[in-house]
Structure formats: structure tokens, C-alpha cells
Nanobody
Framework: QVQLVESGGGLVQAGGSLRLSCAAS????????MGWFRQAPGKERDFVAA????????YYSDSVKGRFTISRDNAKNTVNLQMNSLKPEDTAVYYCAASIRGPKWGYDYWGQGTQVTVSS
């Protein structure tokens, strides 16, 4: 069983930055995909970013391109999300997820989430 734990959320002013981290235990994720999702109150859970573990190739939703950067630390088995130029609409609970077989088959493990609140 894999456990994912997010950290780094908080309250920031619009235009500010936060760095989220996701620590994984139970196995390594070499060759697989790690992703970040978010869910605002009353809205569906949306894709934010993902990274291929082995290649480091990132993928982003259009809403965060140019502002967010996803990265991984292979040695620590963690994935990070650097969020810059934050907007109030970025306010949501952010979830870390791991896809073992590949994103086309969905994500297999999810963290409990960390709250990000951006004030105007």
C-alpha cells in the first residue's frame, strides 16, 4: 500500500507564492506518473499538473501554465509544486496522486489534500 502526504499549503495574498510537497511511502515511482489535482468548494476535482517520474517531463493545465512548476526528487521520493503569481481562483484543496500503471488508466493513490487559500 502506498501513502501520500501533502504539505505546504496555507494562506497567501494574490501574486504570492507557495510550494507544495508530496511525500510518498511504500514504494518508489520510477517510470510512473505523479500528479497534482485541486478541488474548490462546489466544484469538480480538476487536473493541475503531472510529471513523468523517469523523464521529468511535465504537463500542465492551461490555467496554471507559466505560473506553476512541477518537479520531483527521486532520492527523496517526493514531488513538488511551485506555485507563483497566485490568483484567488487558485484557492482549493490540492491533492497529490500517483499513477502506477500510467495516467491513461487513472491514478491509483491519493493524498488527503492540503488547503491553499489566495486572498485578493
Amino acid at each position: 500500500q502506498v501513502q501520500l502526504v501533502e504539505s505546504g499549503g496555507g494562506l497567501v495574498q494574490a501574486g504570492g507564492s507557495l510550494r507544495l510537497s508530496c511525500a510518498a511511502s511504500g514504494r518508489t515511482f520510477s517510470g510512473h506518473t505523479m500528479g497534482w489535482f485541486r478541488q474548490a468548494p462546489g466544484k469538480e476535482r480538476d487536473f493541475v499538473a503531472a510529471i513523468n517520474w523517469s523523464s521529468g517531463r511535465p504537463y500542465y493545465s492551461d490555467s496554471v501554465k507559466g505560473r506553476f512548476t512541477i518537479s520531483r526528487d527521486n532520492a527523496k521520493n517526493t514531488v513538488n509544486l511551485q506555485m507563483n503569481s497566485l490568483k484567488p481562483e487558485d484557492t482549493a484543496v490540492y491533492y497529490c496522486a500517483a499513477s502506477i500503471r500510467g495516467p491513461k488508466w487513472g491514478y491509483d493513490y491519493w493524498g488527503q489534500g492540503t488547503q491553499v487559500t489566495v486572498s485578493s
